[in-house]
């Protein structure tokens, strides 16, 4: 039997790319001790599916060396520190909403649509007040509105509709594509934005709390208002390396929490459980952003907002996990690449400008079926 020599390297950055689990993977492959020590190597066969099994491309196993891959947008995350090389999750994310927006950046010009005018619009320079006003104003968001929700997700959904309304795609995911197998994990990033001017996208992970998403789209759309690209972390942390991070984040909590009208709510004596509850219900925003404005008030000292800070997102994690779940697969796949977007390839597919191939690609579906009952989930006549 022919075997396929492979530098044993090779096998280590595949698993670590992935991000998968040493005696997981071994199981499957009961032979990747001896490939990873160099003893043996395996069939075409078996590399093949290694190679799906990773997510990593056939192709890279023949190289002498593990290829140094690079992120293709500008890197803002504080998080990654202590984390091993690029997952390939993250890397197949960034891929197809490139894919996505350069499809849609290609239908706009085709429509002879304008530039939205609020792309790199702000600068560094422009006050987070002035700003998140900026967006308030484009968006039509308001305090108001956002307190009638009856929940956080009607929130986020409310946000995320009037974020789409004024021309930007927000595609909200936990997962790679629709494949629930391959999760995507906060603690490597929280969101990223393709800037531009006729196809500017969001993306959020789904995995979060729907709070802190709430925090994350925020700040993201901060970063097309200075036209920047970027993949970000979106959290409140104390400090940052980043000039423009600090700056996104002081417009996002802004732009969710007005400093003025968050004075005029904070009420003396109120125990600190309580008044997060009272609040997070007020403003519908993550009890972290909430406690960094109590920061920023002067309302608690740095030591009590740590304190704080750390027990809170401990249990807000806890919260995401026992919450997670299902739904219905046609609105998640809205969801997931962005109901603006969706409407305008099936509009395109159905009217023939489009090949279905390449719609069932972007939308990470394979049967004319579920792409029928997709497009009646948005309104066409399939």
């Not at 690209?229 to 732009?255: G, K, P, Q």
Request: aromatic letters at 10%; glycine letters at 6%; one cysteine or more.
């Amino acid at each position: 039997m022919i075997r396929v020599p492979v530098q044993p390297a090779l096998f280590v950055w595949a698993r670590q790319r992935a991000r998968m689990d040493e005696a997981v993977l071994s199981a499957r492959f009961p032979q990747l001790p001896g490939w990873e020590a160099g003893e043996t190597h395996p069939t075409l066969r078996q590399l093949e599916h290694y190679a799906q099994a990773t997510h990593a491309p056939l192709g890279y196993f023949f190289l002498p060396a593990p290829p140094q891959e690079a992120l293709p947008i500008p890197d803002f995350r504080t998080m990654r520190q202590g984390l091993p090389r690029l997952s390939a999750d993250l890397l197949d994310v960034i891929y197809t909403c490139q894919t996505r927006q350069t499809w849609y950046r290609d239908e706009a010009v085709i429509h002879g649509e304008t530039p939205l005018p609020f792309v790199g619009s702000a600068t560094l320079t422009t006050p987070a007040t002035e700003a998140a006003q900026l967006i308030r104003q484009t968006l039509g968001f308001s305090v108001d509105a956002r307190r009638e929700c009856p929940s956080w997700a009607e929130a986020l959904r409310l946000f995320i509709a009037q974020a789409e309304q004024a021309g930007v795609m927000v595609m909200v995911s936990g997962v790679v594509m629709n494949n629930n197998t391959r999760h995507l994990d906060p603690q490597e990033f929280r969101g990223f934005v393709l800037a531009d001017a006729l196809a500017p996208l969001v993306f959020i992970n789904g995995a979060d709390s729907k709070a802190a998403q709430m925090f994350t789209l925020a700040h993201e759309l901060a970063h097309l208002w200075l036209g920047q690209t970027a993949l970000s972390d979106a959290a409140m942390v104390e400090t940052s390396n980043h000039a423009i991070e600090t700056w996104c984040n002081r417009v996002a909590a802004e732009l969710l929490v007005p400093q003025a009208e968050f004075r005029a709510a904070l009420q003396r004596d109120e125990a600190l459980d309580l008044a997060l509850q009272r609040l997070a219900r007020h403003f519908k925003v993550s009890t972290l952003v909430l406690l960094r404005r109590m920061l920023d008030v002067g309302w608690l000292d740095r030591n009590a907002f740590w304190t704080a800070y750390r027990a809170e997102e401990a249990r807000l994690k806890a919260l995401t996990q026992r919450n997670a779940g299902g739904g219905d697969f046609y609105r998640t796949t809205v969801a997931r690449v962005s109901k603006r977007f969706a409407q305008t390839l099936v509009a395109s597919t159905l009217e023939g400008r489009t090949l279905y191939r390449d719609a069932f690609r972007m939308l990470g579906i394979a049967k004319p079926s579920t792409f029928n009952e997709l497009g009646r989930t948005l309104g066409f006549p399939t």
